[in-house]
DNA sequence: CCACTACTAGACCATCGATCCGGTCGGCGT
DNA sequence: ACGCCGACCGGATCGATGGTCTAGTAGTGG
């Protein structure tokens, strides 16, 4: 998607409008009521078209979740700062910007290699860098699978799960004591920033 | 009265086949190429009678991911070790059996509420607050999502990204300087590795 | 022998992603 | 002024899917 070139315009139907009609659909209706006739229905338009624009549905995933990508702000580095506060910060609009759009957390299992996600991955690269890692590879990988794997916990919980999930756990507390007693449903900003704090405060170990 | 109403079912068609069946054929072809009516073929049935025994097909993933969580071996706490060490088996185990079947990655987005599943989470509460931690979820969630993410990310990486990706980058390194220097795809294991020792790093020290 | 339950199957429905084929519009070269 | 070609649009259609309706069959308890 992202390596091949880009058509010249004509500009009544353009691939922005696209991105975004199908970013509101998702929010609407979840990943399950984007359809290729529905999102082309709401731009006035027929679904060939947007075959035009786009050579399957799978791009107008890619560039929709690139786009919430790009809601994350990047923070600026402030001199004296410590190297992990921008680097909670930049993680922390990150996760935001993926619940504000609950469906993305579904759809992260693709290349993420949008304009958008890419400048963030480099911003975090050069944080981590700076922050005296060599190869931050590992590092960057770590803090974005956390993010990723905390977000698509959280969605499917509130999501998917019920009352009926309590109700099922405390019947048979009897077989898993533990979950029974603590629950499993946390306070979700506080667990994440707590998980993200324990990593943040390893590397910061590993670093002397 | 005293005998039993034995109910002998017909046993030619089970829970259990199904769900072998349906783990073979999406290890074989990948999430997309499960259907009903394919698996159905392959137990030398029709797709309708699946449905006796199977409400949706999002049954059948449910059961299918349980499946694999199963493949994970819960270690043995041994006296005197250090608390880390089941938690790093349990998610290097966690980990492995995801990875055995890599469709599972992009299936993660449901609630873990299969018998394996929650007995390895119960596991993994116990060990925490065996640990010393008066409030496990938090440190649960975290390991939980790290490992979600990292497999995530690998398979995604792995799968559908090609060597154009590389290719693609390195021809813009200009824009990502940090990223094409140091490339995205790293040694997973390692890498894998390392992050979870940052996070049970933090934990440690959170410990006191 | 009957009734009932466990189980099976073919035809069918609405819907989906994607394509075929036939258009329409507008700027460019001449 | 003109025509033409590529950018753009859409109705009809294809093959396939998840799921249901209806109509069965086989084995077992009574």
Redesign the interface.
Known sequence: M??RPRKAPRQTLTLERIVAEAVALLDEEGVTGLTMRRLAERLGTGSTTLYWHVRTKEDVLDLALDAVFGEAAMPEARPGEPWHEPVRALMGAWRSALLRHPWS??V????L?GPNA??R??FL??AL?AAGFP?????A??L???????V??Q???QE??GED?DV?LRERAD?????AA???A?EWD??FA??L???????D??LG
């Open positions: 992202w390596s957390a579904t992260l299992d693709r290349p290699l890419l400048a991955t480099e690269f050069q860098i190869a931050p590879g590992a590092a990988h770590s974005a699978g956390f993010v990723t794997g905390s698509i916990s969605v499917t919980w998917r799960a999930v099922f077989g898993w004591p533990a979950l603590h629950g499993l946390p506080a667990t707590e998980g704090g324990y990593l943040l405060a390893g590397m170990q590993a």
